[in-house]
Nanobody, 127 residues
Framework: QVQLVESGGGLVQAGGSLRLSCAASGRTFSSCAMGWFRQALGKEREFVAAISGSGGNTHAADSVKGRFTVSRDNAKNTVYLQMNPPTPEDPAVYSC????????????????????WGQGTQVTVSS
């Protein structure tokens, strides 16, 4: 089991930038693929992006490709989501998740059947 704590959410202007962080503890960080989901008010949780345990491979939803970047620092046990730029379609509670495998399996990330979840951080975008 991995404990996850997100930070960095808040109010950002459309066209600006925001970086979310997720600090992990409880398991060898590099053995876990990590990723981000979001849930807007009244909508289902949706996949945003994932990164392999080594950081060498990433996978992102079409809605954020070219705007959001997922990265990780295994020395700091932290995964990041750079939102650049956010748009009025991006406000949501953003949560990070950890898989038990270091490899990205798109089917697992789409199914949301992951081992560990954070509590989430709210992102609000002003137009």
């Amino acid at each position: 089991q991995v404990q996850l704590v997100e930070s960095g959410g808040g109010l950002v202007q459309a066209g600006g930038s925001l970086r979310l962080s997720c600090a992990a503890s409880g398991r060898t960080f590099s053995s876990c693929a990590m990723g981000w989901f979001r849930q807007a008010l009244g909508k289902e949780r949706e996949f945003v992006a994932a990164i392999s345990g080594s950081g060498g491979n990433t996978h992102a939803a079409d809605s954020v490709k070219g705007r959001f970047t997922v990265s990780r620092d295994n020395a700091k046990n932290t995964v990041y989501l750079q939102m650049n730029p956010p748009t009025p379609e991006d406000p949501a509670v953003y949560s990070c998740a950890a898989d038990r495998s270091p490899l990205i399996n798109p089917t697992i990330w789409s199914s949301k059947k992951l081992g560990s979840w954070g509590q989430g951080t709210q992102v609000t975008v002003s137009s």
